[in-house]
């Protein structure tokens, strides 16, 4: 009865979170020159947990495994650290009566400063983000996806610094550009990349997009599902048919709608007639598509599945920070691929306290031995472990609490607190 008053407890802190902007490198760029934390402060923290997010990913990515953490460990201070690119965002959206009208004409900011900031800029944020968490207490660093291997690279400049370090789904990989590729360019299975010659010369976009997923979008995509939490049950039209805010919003996530599974939520299923999807049997894969159900609104069903629906909506909920980076440098996804051309002489290092690899069953690493532990930090005790079941983002939003005991059990072999 006493852990699950505290778990209520800590799944009400969501009240009293703070955004905070960071110092951070100094690239001529003024306001921007800082990044930004979502702050769940605990009185006199015996550690501070300092997530990294992944490619595209902002701060709320970690909301439900931030406050999960909080309710089982009140002595842990939880930071949801947020790259600079934020600064470029227009939220003001959010607090409109209709965020997605508002969105739907959103013009681009001046995106000449995405050009200045690479590899090196953010982990010197980063150092930063750690020296002002290092003042509330002992850092453990968590990175997941695209921000594990930025963790990694933290820590195999600045290991000393960290108390803990936690790779979430991700790692540091082999690079994946030649210093010839790195500068001029290549082919990749989503067409051409840029390299950093015409990047620097104004010549290519210095924004990262997908096909179907630019800024816009994520805008977009963000605040309907704001709105979703707000108004789940609302009709809405849904292509020809109409669905609840709730459906039309999570049917962009869901594992049977999904183009990239591994990166989807499994949180449930829409209540309607199906058929497939024709973009998905062109591409060989039997995609299920919603059709809506006669005479009524398509809605969302909970199937108990790993992440609970409606509290990951909740995650969107807030006007200053949201679940993804609009304007995710393209300069830092080059220069990640060709780290060692960017950070020569930066190599494998032992570090004095343990290290952990947590995976997901369904997501990037499952396997064990994908973390590379052990070449990129010899003579260090780590461990890997495999949260069977879970997709990559299901690692952060699963509602049994799983991730975030496995982090504790990690805490206490660091001796914490």
């Known amino acids: 009865m006493r ?62 495994l931030a406050e999960r953490l909080r309710a089982l460990a009140p002595w842990a201070e939880v930071w949801a650290w947020e790259r600079r690119a934020n600064g470029l965002e227009d939220r003001r959206g959010f607090r409109r009566e209709d965020p997605l009208a508002y969105y739907e004409t959103l013009a681009e900011p001046d995106l000449s400063p995405l050009r200045a900031f690479g590899l090196r800029v953010h982990l010197e944020d980063l150092d930063r983000a750690v020296e ?50 790195l500068e001029r360019g290549t082919r990749t299975p989503f ?39 707000q108004r789940p049950e609302e009709a809405v039209p849904l292509g020809p048919h109409r669905a609840t805010r709730e459906a039309r919003a999570l049917l962009r996530v869901d594992d049977d709608y999904s183009l990239f599974p591994l990166f ?81 002489g930066l190599g494998p290092r032992p570090l004095p306290y343990p290290i952990l690899g947590l995976g997901a069953g369904r997501g990037l690493l499952p396997r064990e031995e994908g973390f590379r532990l052990d070449e990129l930090f010899p003579r260090t005790p780590v461990r890997a472990e495999i949260l069977p079941g879970l997709t990559h983002l299901d690692l952060l939003t699963e509602r049994e609490g799983r991730t975030a005991r496995a982090i504790l059990a990690y805490l206490k072999e660091l001796g914490l607190p």
Do not use: I
Not at 19 to 34: I, K, N, Q, S, V
Not at 137 to 142: C, D, E, R
Not at 144 to 170: M, N, W
Not at 308 to 317: G, S, V
């Open 3 to 64: 852990r699950f008053l505290a778990l209520l407890l800590g799944l009400g802190l969501g009240l009293a979170q703070v955004y905070r902007a960071l110092p951070g490198a100094e690239t001529g760029w003024g306001p921007l020159d800082r990044s930004y934390a979502l702050v769940y402060e605990a009185e006199a923290p015996k550690a501070v947990l300092l997530f990294v997010p992944g490619l595209l990913g902002g701060s709320t990515n970690f909301a439900l």
């Open 132 to 181: 002002e968490a290092g003042r509330r207490g002992p850092v453990v660093l968590l990175g997941h996806s695209l921000g594990a291997a930025l963790a990694a690279l933290y820590a195999l400049q600045h290991g000393e610094k960290l108390k803990g370090l936690v790779l979430l789904d991700g790692t540091l990989n082999p690079p994946t550009l030649t210093r010839e590729a």
């Open 191 to 229: 067409g051409a990349l840029p390299g950093l010659s015409d990047l620097l010369a104004g010549r290519a976009d210095p924004v990262f997009r997908l096909p179907f997923l630019g800024p816009k979008a994520l805008a977009l995509a963000e605040a309907e599902a704001f709105l979703a939490a």
């Open 264 to 344: 989807a939520v499994s949180a449930g299923r829409a209540w309607a007639r199906e058929g497939f999807s024709l973009l998905g049997l062109l591409q060989g894969r039997l995609v299920r598509t919603v059709r809506g159900p006669r005479g009524g609104a398509v809605r969302w069903q909970d199937t108990g599945e790993a992440t609970d629906p409606r509290a990951f909506l909740r995650a969107f909920a807030r006007e200053e920070t949201g679940f993804s980076e609009w304007y995710f440098p393209l300069r830092l996804l080059l220069e990640l691929g060709g780290y060692p051309h960017v950070l020569p």
